[in-house]
């Protein structure tokens, strides 16, 4: 079992920046695949970014693109997203997930392990 809890959420104007952080529990963090996904209210759970075990292949959502960095750090069994030049269409809950194959994918069902979400807001 691989438990993930995200921090860093909150309340920023646009413009703004956030950081994301997800802790991941177990030996085995440095071999998964890691994404974060978000959902708006009323709205499917949509692909934000991923990164493969070893940072070697990244992928984006074309809507933040250029915007947001994933990052992890598998010493510390941690990933991130930094998010820059957020705008009100970046408010959602965001979730961290988990993929027990090293290859980056960004479908949603191919992840196994989901954190429990943090809220970002960003007002205008």
């Known amino acids: 079992q691989v438990q993930l809890v995200e921090s860093g959420g909150g309340l920023v104007q646009a413009g703004g920046s956030l950081r994301l952080s997800c802790a991941a529990s177990?030996?085995?963090?440095?071999?998964?695949?890691m994404g974060w996904f978000r959902q708006a209210p009323g709205k499917e759970r949509e692909f934000v970014a991923a990164?493969?075990?070893?940072?070697?292949?990244?992928y984006y959502a074309d809507s933040v693109k250029g915007r947001f960095t994933i990052s992890r750090d598998n010493a510390k069994n941690t990933v991130y997203l930094q998010m820059n030049s957020l705008k009100p269409e970046d408010t959602a809950v965001y979730y961290c997930a988990a993929k027990t194959h090293p290859v980056v994918a960004i479908p949603v069902w191919e992840y196994d392990y989901w954190g429990q979400g943090t809220q970002v807001t960003v007002s205008s």
């Open positions: 177990g030996r085995t963090f440095s071999s998964y695949a």
């Open positions: 990164i493969s075990w070893n940072g070697g292949s990244i």
